[in-house]
């Protein structure tokens, strides 16, 4: 049946008759291709309604999007075979409205232009990674060689891009390790580069390797990058291509767009998971709501807490579903202990690419032998008031996560109480305890000094990834007190070189201090084999660990490539 202007006046149900005799004859030609038949049916009946009626509304009349690829025929499985047939056809287009009132055509905007500039400058770029990263030949190989850290004749340094979600000019665990990393890396005359939230360094270098910033929002005393993805890929894939990608701690876009950048130019990528991120937002989500219903809303604080409640485990959910994403985008994940390996395994990150790695102590810097120096007795004998008191000592940021506040079930056992660190809950913790001694931020020689002039290191943080503090503790030979959770439980044998507490029972705190302070055996005891099993974590050796790993990633991408 033709189509034209002599068939305009058919009725619905003309239409309903004629296309269903069309879709009649083309299955009994194909009876088992159902999914043709569907299709025949929606395109027949629509080239029928837009031909035969007019006169119908504007809306109904509106011809579909054409798609941005179109193929010249589809497919459908049928048997073992596949059959190809030919496009389906559409009825002539019918102009909806005058030529004098039509709609101006919808201009690309220099957006979307832009961003279609990028991606095929993406597509390119991926062309050009494909075919430099296919199998060496034999004259790759001495190169590539050198490259994973294997005995060649050709040397030349290896290159690495470190990404760090923490800027360097702040004290943390993730700034503090990359510090080292790199100190090293100088050591061993390897070419680096680092990218990390603003600020910046004074002189915009660290170790004589160039450190670029990126925009950044401070949150809880902590440099939250926000730049734009485009922005750090065009960083990355502007400069040198390095030979392996360090990403400290991915959370951010920062992280995001390096892991991108990696994939894009063929280059592995080694991911070190160190802060529980997760943890850290359901903590903060509840102590919010639970702030609100205890100041604005008294009234409502039933139903408030149970929010509260919600809100901290979806809160904690989104930044699981967050940070398992990023690490399965990385050829490799590092951890430093057991539980955090497990915690990543339960956000969902495949097994099969996660990897133990621990960090290291300055053992030169943090050492007994500090306790003969002049100034340090004389430090020890203001803080313990003439040796009357123990003292007993933390040692950390002053932030929520790090609970320090617990410290106030300590009161009245007759010891003097030192606190090492600033942070944003500093002005708080001084009001809850005017009696203990506050020195402020600490670094280096002084830093090593207030360990030394302590006689018990107690850590409070139940949310700890490793735990830092602790192994500088222990290579000061002091005895340490942390909670059974996290960190500690890699790095304490309780009742041997420690003593670990119920995270959630203060009573438990207070009555593993008392102990350590009323039996000076056991204390030199349990400091003694602290001091002893901390040592060999040295910090060359953990980097001498990490190149193995740049070097497993190296060989994982080429073999995937």
């Given at each position: 049946?033709p189509?034209?202007p002599n068939?305009?006046?058919?009725?619905?149900?003309?239409?309903?008759?004629?296309?269903?005799?069309r879709?009649r004859?083309?299955?009994?030609?194909?009876?088992?291709?159902?999914a043709?038949?569907a299709r025949s049916?929606?395109?027949?009946?629509?080239?029928a309604?837009s031909?035969?009626r007019?006169?119908?509304h504007p809306i109904?009349?509106?011809?579909p999007r054409?798609p941005l690829?179109?193929?010249?025929?589809?497919?459908?499985?049928?048997?073992?075979g596949?059959?190809?047939?030919?496009?389906?056809?559409?009825?002539?287009s019918?102009r909806?409205?005058?030529?004098?009132?039509?709609?101006?055509?919808?201009?690309?905007?220099r957006?979307?232009?832009t961003?279609y500039?990028?991606?095929?400058?993406?597509?390119?770029?991926?062309?050009?990674n494909?075919?430099?990263?296919?199998?060496?030949?034999?004259?790759d190989a001495?190169r590539l060689?050198?490259m994973?850290g294997?005995?060649?004749?050709e040397?030349?340094?290896?290159?690495?891009?470190?990404?760090?979600?923490s800027s360097?000019?702040?004290?943390?665990g993730?700034s503090?390790?990359v510090?080292?990393?790199?100190?090293r890396?100088r050591?061993?005359?390897?070419?680096?580069?680092?990218?990390s939230?603003?600020p910046?360094?004074?002189?915009?270098?660290?170790?004589?390797?160039?450190v670029?910033?990126?925009?950044?929002?401070?949150?809880q005393?902590f440099?939250?990058?926000i730049?734009?993805?485009?922005?750090?890929?065009?960083?990355?894939?502007s400069?040198?291509r390095?030979?392996?990608?360090?990403?400290?701690?991915?959370?951010?876009?920062?992280?995001h767009?390096?892991?991108?950048?990696g994939?894009d130019?063929?280059?592995?990528t080694?991911?070190?998971?160190?802060t529980?991120?997760?943890?850290?937002?359901r903590?903060?989500?509840?102590?919010?709501?639970d702030g609100?219903?205890?100041?604005?809303?008294?009234?409502?604080t039933?139903?408030?807490?149970?929010?509260?409640?919600?809100?901290g485990?979806?809160?904690e959910?989104?930044?699981?579903?967050?940070?398992?994403?990023l690490?399965?985008?990385?050829t490799?994940?590092?951890t430093p202990?057991?539980q955090?390996?497990?915690?990543?395994e339960?956000?969902?990150?495949d097994?099969?690419?996660?990897?133990p790695?621990?960090?290291?102590?300055?053992?030169?810097?943090?050492?007994p032998?500090?306790?003969?120096?002049?100034?340090?007795?004389?430090l020890h004998?203001?803080?313990?008031?003439?040796?009357?008191?123990?003292?007993v000592?933390?040692?950390?940021r002053?932030a929520?996560e790090?609970?320090?506040d617990?410290?106030?079930?300590?009161?009245?056992?007759?010891?003097q109480?030192?606190i090492?660190?600033?942070?944003p809950?500093?002005?708080?913790?001084r009001?809850?305890?005017?009696?203990?001694?506050?020195?402020?931020m600490?670094?280096?020689?002084?830093l090593a000094?207030?360990?030394?002039?302590?006689?018990?290191?107690v850590?409070?943080?139940?949310?700890?990834?490793f735990?830092?503090t602790?192994?500088?503790?222990?290579a000061s030979?002091?005895p340490?007190?942390?909670?059974?959770s996290?960190?500690?439980?890699?790095l304490?044998?309780?009742?041997?070189?420690?003593?670990?507490f119920?995270?959630?029972?203060?009573?438990?705190?207070?009555?593993c201090?008392?102990?350590?302070?009323?039996?000076?055996?056991?204390?030199r005891t349990?400091?003694?084999?602290?001091?002893t099993s901390?040592?060999?974590?040295?910090?060359?050796?953990?980097v001498?660990?990490?190149?193995?790993?740049?070097?497993?990633a190296i060989?994982l991408?080429?073999a995937?490539?």
């Open positions: 049946m189509f034209g068939r305009i006046h058919f009725s619905p149900r003309r239409i309903r008759r004629f296309t269903s005799a879709i004859r083309r299955s009994r030609q194909n009876p088992t291709d159902s043709h038949t049916a929606r395109s027949l009946r629509s080239a309604k031909v035969m007019p006169n119908l109904m009349r509106r011809k054409r690829f179109e193929a010249s025929f589809w497919t459908s499985a049928e048997g073992e596949i059959r190809r047939h030919p496009p389906i056809p559409e009825g002539p019918v909806s409205r005058p030529r004098w009132c039509r709609r101006p055509r919808r201009s690309v905007s957006r979307t232009r961003t500039c990028r991606e095929s400058r993406r597509l390119r770029q991926l062309w050009l494909f075919v430099e990263t296919q199998p060496p030949n034999r004259t001495p060689a050198c994973v294997i005995d060649a004749d040397q030349r340094p290896l290159r690495v891009l470190v990404v760090s979600e360097l000019e702040q004290t943390n993730v503090n390790s510090k080292h990393v790199l100190r890396f050591q061993r005359d390897f070419a680096a580069h680092v990218i939230p603003q910046a360094p004074e002189s915009g270098m660290f170790e004589g390797y160039q670029d910033t990126v925009t950044s929002w401070p949150v005393n440099n939250v990058a730049p734009m993805k485009s922005t750090v890929i065009d960083m990355i894939e400069g040198e390095p030979d392996v990608i360090h990403i400290a701690a991915p959370i951010s876009r920062l992280g767009a390096a892991l991108i950048a994939e130019m063929g280059v592995p080694v991911a070190v998971y160190q529980d991120v997760a943890q850290y937002a903590r903060f989500a509840r102590q919010t709501i609100i219903a205890d100041t604005v809303a008294p009234k409502h039933g139903w408030l807490r149970k929010v509260s409640k919600s809100a485990d979806t809160a959910q989104i930044l699981a579903d967050r940070m398992a994403k690490h399965n985008k990385a490799i994940t590092l202990t057991e955090a390996r497990q915690r990543l339960s956000f969902g990150v097994p099969s690419l996660i990897h790695w621990g960090r290291g102590v300055d053992s030169q810097l943090f050492n032998a500090r306790r003969g120096f002049e100034r340090v007795r004389e004998e203001r803080w313990s008031r003439h040796g009357e008191l123990p003292v000592g933390y040692v950390g002053l929520p790090k609970q320090v617990r410290l106030t079930c300590l009161m009245g056992l007759g010891i109480l030192v090492v660190g600033d942070g809950c500093g002005d708080d913790l009001k809850l305890m005017p009696y203990a001694i506050f020195t402020g600490l670094h280096g020689d002084d000094d207030a360990y030394a002039a302590l006689d018990v290191f850590h409070t943080g139940n949310q700890e990834t735990g830092q602790i192994q500088e503790a222990m030979r002091l340490v007190i942390a909670p059974a996290g960190g500690p439980l890699d304490i044998d309780s009742g041997r070189d420690g003593l670990l119920s995270p959630q029972n203060d009573k438990a705190l207070r009555d201090v008392k102990r350590v302070i009323s039996d000076e055996d056991f204390r349990i400091a003694d084999n602290g001091f901390i040592q060999g974590r040295t910090w060359p050796k953990v001498d660990h990490l190149i193995d790993y740049y070097r497993l060989e991408r080429l995937h490539a």
